[in-house]
């Protein structure tokens, strides 16, 4: 039976049986891992405080070869990220960036897609959590191949800084004018765009990782950049993402879009 190490995120928990716990992890160097921590919900030293969501953990698991379910034997603690559980809107984002996770990576090692949630939950604890929930969609898209066409009209290349009105269209995975899309025999589900939101957008994508924490959405921009992932994101995987309602209509009641 292999032994594996590797660090790792908790993007979902629910007990099992008596006192068993099943936990979804993304890893750094195996992608996603569904495994089993048998004992854990008795347990007073090996996994106490350490098996909660959002935390970060280094940990050891062995391979089952009667299932894919793994059998995690050690976890270490590296990032508690407390703020997520007790501050709800950081609570729902990070929820959200969960369970886009879930139905989006693989049990493929990504570095990338790793950096980035390790990234997203640390600045939702500590920064903007919307910002931040908006900038790891951005680049989540990008690194499974979704790279969005904003500078210009996907159809007749008209620049988008030329001003006039653009809508995103899914089909696309990018903007369109409206004079092309007159002339579409089938309207497609269209998203409208104010041209500060692009911009916006086109700005988030174009610096540098390490100023991504200072970056920050204008109220216009979050309503219609929130809207555009949410619509997409459905399009792409054709099932509704639930942390998604609970998101919104928490920024109803607090009147945030």
């Known amino acids: 039976m292999a032994i594996h190490e590797s660090e790792a995120i908790v993007l979902k928990i629910f007990d099992y049986g008596e006192s068993d716990k099943i936990i979804t992890f993304l890893t750094e160097d195996f992608g996603k891992i569904i495994a089993i921590a048998k004992g854990a919900k008795r347990s007073k030293i090996r996994f106490v405080r350490k098996l909660e969501l959002f935390t970060k953990l280094h940990i050891r698991f062995a391979d089952n070869k009667h299932s894919d379910l793994v059998r995690i034997d050690e976890a270490e603690l590296l990032a508690p990220f407390p703020t997520l559980s007790h501050d709800y809107e950081r609570f729902l984002c990070a929820n959200l960036v969960c369970e886009l996770l879930i139905n989006w990576a693989t049990g493929d090692k990504d570095r990338n897609l790793y950096n980035l949630a390790a990234w997203t939950l640390t600045n939702i604890a500590l920064h903007n959590p919307l910002s931040s929930l908006l ?99 459905h399009y792409l995987l054709q099932r509704d993402i639930i942390s998604w309602r609970h998101l919104e209509d928490h920024l109803r009641e607090i009147s945030k879009i």
């Open 135 to 233: 900038l790891f969609q951005l680049h989540l898209l990008t690194i499974l191949g979704f790279h969005l066409h904003l500078s210009s009209c996907t159809m007749c290349d008209t620049p988008m800084q030329q001003g006039g009105t653009f809508l995103f269209i899914a089909e696309s995975n990018g903007i369109i004018c409206r004079k092309c899309l007159a002339k579409q025999r089938e309207k497609p589900h269209v998203i409208p765009l104010s041209i500060g939101s692009l911009k916006l957008l086109e700005k988030a994508r174009e610096i540098d990782p390490d100023k991504w924490s200072r970056f920050h959405f204008s109220k216009q921009s979050l309503k219609e950049v929130s809207f555009l992932f949410k619509f997409h994101n």
